[in-house]
Nanobody, 117 residues
Framework: VQLVQSGGGLVQPGGSLRLSCAASGFTITRYAMNWYRQAPGKEREWVASISSGGGSRNYADSVKGRFTISRDNARNMVYLQMNSLTPEDTAVYYC???????????WGQGTQVTVSS
């Protein structure tokens, strides 16, 4: 079982990045998918969630209107489109798959996003 992330990097303020998360060893169809992030010296914080069917999306206030979470169940993929990035968005971002009823909780390896001029 794996969640493999890609798409991080260095971007200037105001720029955009798209993070991808590829699941293997299980299908994400019945999983709520989430993105979290952890900035240096801070605790990990929740960023965004999308329900198993994709009909419900929720965002932290700090990213609302700038970030978009999406999923492609057929490809077993989840994405985080990040626009209008600011230095405060600099963090390691983590993909998470959660299915509460069977207590499954999987994490990606983390990917660094750095917003700097």
């Amino acid at each position: 079982v794996q969640l493999v992330q890609s798409g991080g990097g260095l971007v200037q303020p105001g720029g955009s990045l798209r993070l991808s998360c590829a699941a293997s060893g299980f299908t994400i169809t019945r999983y709520a998918m989430n993105w979290y992030r952890q900035a240096p010296g801070k605790e990990r914080e929740w960023v965004a969630s999308i329900s198993s069917g994709g009909g419900s999306r929720n965002y932290a206030d700090s990213v609302k209107g700038r970030f978009t979470i999406s999923r492609d169940n057929a490809r077993n993929m989840v994405y985080l489109q990040m626009n209008s990035l600011t230095p405060e968005d600099t963090a390691v971002y983590y993909c998470n798959a959660k299915r509460i009823e069977i207590r499954n909780d999987y994490w990606g390896q983390g990917t660094q996003v750095t917003v700097s001029s």
